[in-house]
């Protein structure tokens, strides 16, 4: 089992910065790959960001790309995502995930994901 525990999440102003953080714990050695998805009211979750643990392959949505970074701290099993310029259309619940092992369905897509965190929400006000 796998636990993961975000946090950072907050009310900014258009052009803010963010750094949401997921805290890993549980058997987290066999990661393969963490990433970052959100949800917004009426709409379904959609994939922001991840990070392929050993290799350090990044993967961006185009809606976050050159906005947003996805890094991680092996000692302290924990992923990052930064979000700079934020928009109100940034504005969801954000989720962190973990995937165990590789599989078809890429990076991606919330069903390569095992392990769902509670979510924090992050707010943009214009």
């Known amino acids: 089992q796998v636990q993961l525990v975000e946090s950072g999440g907050g009310l900014v102003q258009a052009g803010g910065s963010l750094r949401l953080s997921c805290a890993a714990s549980?058997?987290?050695?066999?990661?393969?790959?963490m990433g970052w998805f959100r949800q917004a009211p009426g709409k379904e979750r959609e994939f922001v960001a991840a990070?392929?643990?050993?290799?350090?392959?990044?993967y961006y949505a185009e809606s976050v790309k050159g906005r947003f970074t996805i890094f991680k701290d092996n000692a302290e099993n924990t992923v990052y995502l930064q979000m700079n310029s934020l928009k109100p259309e940034d504005t969801a619940v954000y989720y962190c995930?973990?995937?165990?092992?590789?599989?078809?369905?890429?990076?991606?897509?919330?069903?390569?994901?095992?392990?769902w965190g509670q979510g924090t929400q992050v707010t943009v006000s214009s």
């Open positions: 995930a973990d995937q165990r092992t590789p599989n078809s369905r890429g990076a991606t897509s919330s069903w390569a994901y095992d392990y």
């Open positions: 549980g058997r987290t050695f066999n990661t393969y790959r």
């Open positions: 990070l392929t643990w050993r290799a350090g392959t990044t």
